[in-house]
């Protein structure tokens, strides 16, 4: 299974990006799904997480403003991201734990710039 994390780019505050990560296998198949951030100097936060039965949970940092969603038959993983600030400048990753087995996959991160 590989994750292909895309979608960052630069962004003013208060602007929006949707980050994509398609996988390579069936995105039910996976048990949850999450979304990562890292900051230079920083380390790996969890942002978002997603679980196979459709429950969500996200950081305090990000309620409200973030929406992690799957599209099962694209086998696509989205995270929208509104009213950035310039705090949530990283670099975003994808990451799934299938279902059997537990194996961990990450995708290769995507960076997200916001300028104040």
């Known amino acids: 299974v590989q994750l292909q994390a895309s979608g960052g780019g630069l962004v003013q505050a208060g602007g929006s990006l949707r980050l994509s990560c398609a996988a390579s296998?069936?995105?039910?198949?996976?048990?949850?799904i999450r979304w990562y951030r890292q900051a230079p100097g920083k380390q790996r936060e969890l942002v978002a997480g997603?679980?196979?039965?459709?429950?969500?949970n996200y950081i305090e940092a990000v309620k409200g403003r973030f929406t992690i969603s799957t599209d099962n038959a694209k086998n696509m993983i989205y995270l929208q991201m509104n009213s950035l600030k310039p705090e949530d400048t990283a670099t975003y990753y994808c990451?799934?734990?299938?279902?059997?087995?537990?194996?961990?996959?990450w995708g290769q991160g995507t960076q997200v710039t916001v300028s104040s």
């Open positions: 997603i679980t196979s039965g459709g429950n969500t």
């Open positions: 296998g069936r995105v039910f198949s996976f048990s949850v």
């Open positions: 990451n799934a734990v299938k279902s059997l087995g537990f194996k961990v996959y």
